[in-house]
Every structure is written in structure tokens, then in C-alpha cells.
């Protein structure tokens, strides 16, 4: 078939590569230019999509890259894969609205549209389908087909690939289903049928949702079981040998990235549109990973204290700046706001990370500098906030004077627990 996918990023390229890979026709739209240059060129952004399977299918014409809308001109399927970022607690659809129109213009008799972007319940019958009815002047259910389907990509991760992740598809009637459902099962081993849009778009926030939340509880078992002189994470090791019943979440300085901030302020602001009343769930939540910050300086600032240290002038070293374990991407990480409030002290503070990408060092508010023993050394207190494989945590805690460990890796009269 003719397949579009709107939108290049981490969700769009392995979703177009691997359908031009089962044999359809694949053209990757996206709106940013330099992405599309490097994808001509055959040169992958994605850590899952390998340079040499997109130049595969770049050389068999199956895959094209364009930000021209003429070549969106005769799909069979789209798929929109746009972001969904929230602005000061409200989501900002208009990525899928302006890709909607951009569809919806190009849309014919017999097409499909699939949204793939996480949203609300009820974004696609509610939001999407209006502006595709109104663009393309046809009859949605009659002379095209629509549906939702999450995406639940794990970047790296090597148990549950691409296609080895169960795909929940959903269309607005049994013939979007059908057709929906048909193009997932060329693509993915197993495909799970929901009965609408909004069962889908449900099942995603509540897969984060379920995440956040356990987040926060253990990192607010963190912070009071410390007050009552019981370690945490010893405990959580513990109940989780449990082998039914539980699943193992561990405390730390925050909660980062672009999922799980981000996912579940989608179903506490559509609960609060719509009925008026809080998600209080997810509010809590939110409220204790946001928090994080703040414990962590705290726990610094009583550091320097025991050590007779004055808070103003002292020099801190922050080691992980990313989101999370290994990642690259420093989106929502609790660093920036660690760092912020232990400037705000009156402190100097550095930060090392040797995942940051020179390109986005221009984006952290410290200086910048390695994770050598001089500059361990020479600091008043240093913070592990993520233990990246790329840290020498036995070199960390030879030389530290005093270090704040938020993830439980280190051991030695000079080292605090988060
Ligand atoms: N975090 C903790 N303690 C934990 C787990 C995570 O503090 O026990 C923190 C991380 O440091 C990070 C944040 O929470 O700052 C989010 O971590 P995450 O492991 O949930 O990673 P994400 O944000 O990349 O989540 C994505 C999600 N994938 C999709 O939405 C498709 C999530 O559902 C996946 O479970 C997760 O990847 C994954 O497991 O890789």
C-alpha cells in the first residue's frame, strides 16, 4: 500500500522504515527540513533505526523522505506521528491539528488516517476526525476510515524490540478496525483490538500514568523512611523478591523525559475539562516527583552542614544531567532544576555527563565540564543523579570529600543515600 507517516522522530522513522521493510510504498513526511536532508542522505537520528537499514530502503525507492506536501498526494494510509508536548500544564494539539489539515487536504475516497500521537480520550473522534471531515470534504466512517493506536517505543531497549511490542489498534467502526488492525499485523507480531479510539488513547495514559505514580510512591517512601532512619531501597529490594504482586520502581532526584511528565497531565486535564473535578492520582504524583528537586538540595545543603561547609560559595558537581540511566536526551531532567535552586543558594555549581552531545551542552545552566578526579575532588559535595555505565563510580568514591548518591550505587563513610 501507500503509506504516509507524518512525522520523523523517534516514533515516526521506525514505524515508516519497517513498513517500507514488509514491502508498502513509504513516504516519511516531516515539516523539519534538516531532518529531511539527513534522511535523504541516509544518515539515521534514531537510535533504533540503523543508518544502513534506512539507506536499504532508501535504495529500493520503498522509503522517501520529503517536506513537500505534493508528495503526500495518493496514500492508502496515514499515520500521524507528531508530538504532543504540554504548555504550562495544557496540552498543545496543534502539531496534530495542522497535521490534520495537511491530511486531511490530500485525503481520498477509501483512505485511512491513523493517529498515533499520544493524546486525551477522545482527541481523534473529537478533534482529529472534524478537521479531516472538514478539509477533505468527505464523510469519515463512509468514505474514509480513521482509528488511534499508541506507540510505546522503548528507545534501547533490547528485550522488547520495535515489532516485538504488542500493538493496541482501535478504529471509529468494525471496517476501520478491520483495515487498521490489517496493516499493524504486517508490521508488528501482535496486535491487540480495543472497541474505539478512546479505549486506546486510555490504555497509553494509563500504561505512564501507572508509572508516575509508582514512581512517586517510592520516592516519597524515600524521603520519610530516611527521617525515620529506615533504608528505603533496602526495603524495595526486598518486597521485590516478591514474585507476584509487586513491581520494582526505585526513588530518585525527579522524574524527566517526554513520556511520563508529560502523559499523564493528558487524562488530569481531560478529567478536569470535562467533569470538572481533579485526577488526584496524578496531581499527587506529579506534586512529589516535582518535589524531587528540592529534597535533593535539602539533603546537600544538611551534607555541607555535618561536614561544617558553608552552603554559599561551596562547589558542587552534579553527575548525570540526562533524563534518565544512559539516555542522551536532557528533556525534563531534574537536573536543570537541582541545579537552578543550588544556584539560587549561593553555590558554584558544575555539571558532568559524558552522554550530553557537545550540540547540547549550549542548553545546560551550569558550566560544563569531564568527570575527572580533579574536579570530583576539588568539590565540596557531589550529587550522582544518574549512574550512567560511562561513570567510574569506584573513582567517584575514592575522591569525593562528600557525595549525595541518588541511586543507591556507591558505598563508604564520605557517601549519603538519597
Ligand atoms: N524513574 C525513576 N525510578 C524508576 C523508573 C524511572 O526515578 O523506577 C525516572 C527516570 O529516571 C526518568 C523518568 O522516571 O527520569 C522516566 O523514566 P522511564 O523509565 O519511564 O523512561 P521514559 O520516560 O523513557 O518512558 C518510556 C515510556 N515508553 C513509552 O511511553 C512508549 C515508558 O512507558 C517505558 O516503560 C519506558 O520508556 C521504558 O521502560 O523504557
Same mark, same amino acid.
Given at each position: 500500500?501507500?503509506? *504516509?507517516?507524518?512525522?520523523?522522530?523517534?516514533?515516526?522513522?521506525?514505524?515508516?522504515?519497517?513498513?517500507?521493510?514488509?514491502?508498502?510504498?513509504?513516504?516519511?513526511?516531516? *515539516?523539519?527540513?534538516?531532518? $529531511?536532508?539527513?534522511?535523504?542522505?541516509?544518515?539515521?537520528? =534514531?537510535?533504533?533505526?540503523?543508518?544502513?537499514?534506512?539507506?536499504?530502503?532508501?535504495?529500493?525507492?520503498?522509503?522517501?523522505?520529503?517536506?513537500?506536501?505534493?508528495?503526500?498526494?495518493?496514500?492508502?494510509?496515514?499515520?500521524?506521528?507528531?508530538?504532543?508536548?504540554?504548555?504550562?500544564?495544557?496540552?498543545?494539539?496543534?502539531?496534530?491539528?495542522?497535521?490534520?489539515?495537511?491530511?486531511?487536504?490530500?485525503?481520498?475516497?477509501?483512505?485511512?488516517?491513523?493517529?498515533?500521537?499520544?493524546?486525551?480520550?477522545?482527541?481523534? &473522534?473529537?478533534?482529529?476526525?472534524?478537521?479531516? &471531515?472538514?478539509?477533505?470534504?468527505?464523510?469519515?466512517?463512509?468514505?474514509?476510515?480513521?482509528?488511534?493506536?499508541? &506507540?510505546?517505543?522503548?528507545?534501547?531497549?533490547?528485550?522488547?524490540?520495535?515489532?516485538?511490542?504488542?500493538?493496541?489498534?482501535?478504529?471509529?467502526?468494525?471496517?476501520?478496525?478491520?483495515?487498521?488492525?490489517?496493516?499493524?499485523?504486517?508490521?508488528?507480531?501482535?496486535?491487540?483490538? *480495543?472497541?474505539?479510539?478512546?479505549?486506546?488513547?486510555?490504555?497509553?495514559?494509563?500504561?505512564?500514568? %501507572?508509572?508516575?505514580?509508582?514512581?512517586?510512591?517510592?520516592?516519597?517512601?524515600?524521603?520519610?523512611?530516611?527521617?525515620?532512619?529506615?533504608?528505603?531501597?533496602?526495603?524495595?529490594?526486598?518486597?521485590?523478591?516478591?514474585?507476584?504482586?509487586?513491581?520494582?520502581?526505585?526513588?530518585?532526584?525527579?522524574?524527566?523525559?517526554?513520556?511520563?511528565?508529560?502523559?499523564?497531565?493528558?487524562?488530569?486535564?481531560?478529567?478536569?475539562?470535562?467533569?470538572?473535578?481533579? %485526577?488526584? #492520582?496524578?496531581?499527587?504524583?506529579?506534586? *512529589?516527583?516535582?518535589?524531587?528537586?528540592?529534597? =535533593?538540595?535539602?539533603?546537600?545543603?544538611?551534607?555541607?552542614?555535618?561536614?561544617?561547609?558553608?552552603?554559599?560559595?561551596?562547589?558542587?558537581?552534579?553527575?548525570?544531567?540526562?533524563?534518565?540511566?544512559?539516555?542522551?536526551?536532557?528533556?525534563?531532567?531534574?537536573?536543570?532544576? $537541582?541545579?537552578?535552586?543550588?544556584?539560587?543558594?549561593?553555590? &558554584?555549581?558544575?555539571?558532568?555527563?559524558?552522554? =550530553?552531545?557537545?550540540?547540547?551542552?549550549?542548553?545546560?545552566?551550569?558550566?560544563?565540564?569531564?568527570?575527572?578526579?580533579?574536579?570530583?575532588?576539588?568539590?565540596?559535595?557531589?550529587?550522582?543523579?544518574?549512574?550512567?555505565?560511562? #561513570?567510574?563510580?569506584?573513582?567517584?568514591?575514592?575522591?569525593?570529600?562528600? =557525595?549525595?548518591?541518588?541511586?543507591?550505587?556507591?558505598?563508604?563513610?564520605?557517601?549519603?543515600?538519597?
Amino acid at each position: 500500500m501507500d503509506v *504516509v507517516v507524518a512525522g520523523q522522530g523517534y516514533v515516526g522513522l521506525p514505524l515508516a522504515v519497517r513498513a517500507a521493510e514488509v514491502g508498502h510504498r513509504v513516504v516519511g513526511y516531516d *515539516v523539519d527540513l534538516n531532518r $529531511i536532508k539527513r534522511l535523504i542522505a541516509g544518515d539515521s537520528y =534514531v537510535e533504533d533505526v540503523a543508518s544502513s537499514r534506512l539507506r536499504a530502503v532508501l535504495d529500493t525507492g520503498a522509503y522517501s523522505a520529503t517536506a513537500d506536501t505534493a508528495a503526500l498526494a495518493s496514500f492508502d494510509i496515514a499515520v500521524i506521528t507528531v508530538p504532543t508536548p504540554l504548555r504550562n500544564g495544557v496540552p498543545d494539539l496543534t502539531y496534530i491539528e495542522t497535521c490534520a489539515r495537511t491530511v486531511g487536504e490530500r485525503l481520498r475516497p477509501g483512505a485511512t488516517v491513523v493517529l498515533e500521537s499520544t493524546t486525551y480520550p477522545g482527541c481523534t &473522534e473529537e478533534l482529529l476526525l472534524p478537521i479531516l &471531515e472538514k478539509t477533505s470534504g468527505l464523510k469519515s466512517g463512509v468514505d474514509f476510515l480513521v482509528g488511534f493506536s499508541p &506507540e510505546r517505543i522503548a528507545p534501547g531497549n533490547k528485550r522488547w524490540s520495535f515489532d516485538a511490542t504488542p500493538k493496541i489498534v482501535s478504529g471509529i467502526d468494525a471496517k476501520s478496525l478491520e483495515v487498521i488492525k490489517g496493516f499493524y499485523d504486517g508490521i508488528f507480531q501482535t496486535t491487540v483490538p *480495543v472497541s474505539g479510539p478512546r479505549v486506546a488513547e486510555l490504555a497509553k495514559l494509563l500504561e505512564n500514568t %501507572f508509572r508516575l505514580v509508582n514512581i512517586s510512591l517510592v520516592n516519597e517512601l524515600a524521603t520519610l523512611t530516611k527521617a525515620l532512619g529506615v533504608n528505603a531501597w533496602e526495603a524495595i529490594d526486598a518486597a521485590a523478591t516478591k514474585p507476584f504482586g509487586f513491581m520494582r520502581f526505585t526513588p530518585g532526584p525527579g522524574v524527566g523525559g517526554h513520556c511520563l511528565p508529560v502523559d499523564p497531565l493528558f487524562l488530569s486535564w481531560k478529567v478536569e475539562q470535562e467533569l470538572g473535578v481533579p %485526577f488526584r #492520582f496524578v496531581n499527587l504524583a506529579d506534586d *512529589v516527583n516535582r518535589h524531587m528537586p528540592d529534597y =535533593v538540595v535539602q539533603r546537600v545543603v544538611d551534607g555541607l552542614d555535618k561536614r561544617g561547609l558553608p552552603v554559599k560559595g561551596s562547589r558542587i558537581l552534579l553527575l548525570g544531567l540526562t533524563y534518565k540511566y544512559n539516555a542522551t536526551d536532557l528533556r525534563n531532567s531534574p537536573s536543570g532544576r $537541582i541545579a537552578e535552586l543550588l544556584t539560587d543558594l549561593g553555590t &558554584e555549581v558544575r555539571g558532568a555527563d559524558p552522554n =550530553v552531545p557537545e550540540s547540547d551542552t549550549s542548553k545546560l545552566n551550569m558550566p560544563r565540564v569531564d568527570a575527572s578526579p580533579q574536579e570530583v575532588a576539588a568539590a565540596d559535595a557531589v550529587v550522582l543523579l544518574m549512574d550512567h555505565t560511562r #561513570f567510574d563510580l569506584a573513582m567517584i568514591e575514592k575522591n569525593a570529600r562528600y =557525595v549525595l548518591d541518588c541511586r543507591n550505587r556507591l558505598s563508604g563513610a564520605n557517601v549519603e543515600t538519597l
